[in-house]
T-cell receptor
Framework: GAGVSQSPSNKVTEKGKDVELRCDPI?????LYWYRQSLGQGLEFLIY????????KSGLPSDRFSAERTGGSVSTLTIQRTQQEDSAVYLC???????????FGSGTRLTVV | DAKTTQPNSMESNEEEPVHLPCNHS???????IHWYRQLPSQGPEYVIH???SNVNNRMASLAIAEDRKSSTLILHRATLRDAAVYYC?????????????FGGGTRLMVKP
């Protein structure tokens, strides 16, 4: 597709379960970013992948959060032992190269009950 | 990243121009000024960016003060679809690249 695709669009999970969120960036985009946005709040940076470089994980809120990007394309954000405070919209963005503009996906709305 | 200051909210009438201000008094010489907007229930979308000179594209214009300590995003004719949160972000241009840091933005309300 032409845009950034995220799946699922909505996810409801029980507290303590693990979840995986997927991001398909625009083909050829070397940079990929994960953010999250709690209800009524701004965007919080989580992690950044640039080409084959080591990812910038400085925004991950705890060791329950991890992400990988396979083959420089698809990325998966994993949250282990989910907590209610993890409820948010998780947004993925990609850009052609570092310092280029971002294209965001529509996000995954995660609800932990 | 240097910080930006934006009003929390603004109102505009449909089909009138809108000027969204942003202050960035601590901007450095290598910082680009980026604007994104986030429509309800969507991810943010790129609007425009610039360094020193004013910029125009199909979505908006960006007017940058001569001392670069402030900038203004201009929507020439607001429509109801322009109701969104507008983010002004400074981004250092370096070879390593870096992530955008989103602040609170300005919530623009457009009245019919």
């Amino acid at each position: 597709g032409a845009g950034v695709s995220q799946s699922p669009s909505n996810k409801v999970t029980e507290k303590g379960k693990d979840v995986e969120l997927r991001c398909d960036p625009i083909s050829g985009h070397t940079a990929l970013y994960w953010y999250r946005q709690s209800l009524g709040q701004g965007l919080e940076f989580l992690i950044y992948f640039q080409g084959n470089s080591a990812p910038d994980k400085s925004g991950l809120p705890s060791d329950r959060f991890s992400a990988e990007r396979t083959g420089g394309s698809v990325s998966t954000l994993t949250i282990q032992r989910t907590q209610q405070e993890d409820s948010a919209v998780y947004l993925c963005a990609s850009s052609l190269m570092a310092n280029y503009g971002y294209t965001f996906g529509s996000g995954t709305r995660l609800t932990v009950v | 990243d240097a910080k930006t200051t934006q009003p929390n909210s603004m109102e505009s009438n449909e089909e009138e121009p809108v000027h969204l201000p942003c202050n960035h008094s601590t901007i450095s010489g290598t910082d680009y000024i980026h604007w994104y907007r986030q429509l309800p229930s969507q991810g943010p979308e790129y609007v425009i960016h610039g360094l020193t000179s004013n910029v125009n594209n199909r979505m908006a214009s960006l007017a940058i003060a001569e001392d670069r300590k402030s900038s203004t995003l201009i929507l020439h004719r607001a429509t109801l679809r322009d109701a969104a949160v507008y983010y002004c972000i400074l981004r250092e241009n370096n070879n390593a690249g870096n992530m955008l840091t989103f602040g609170g933005g300005t919530r623009l309300m457009v009245k019919p």
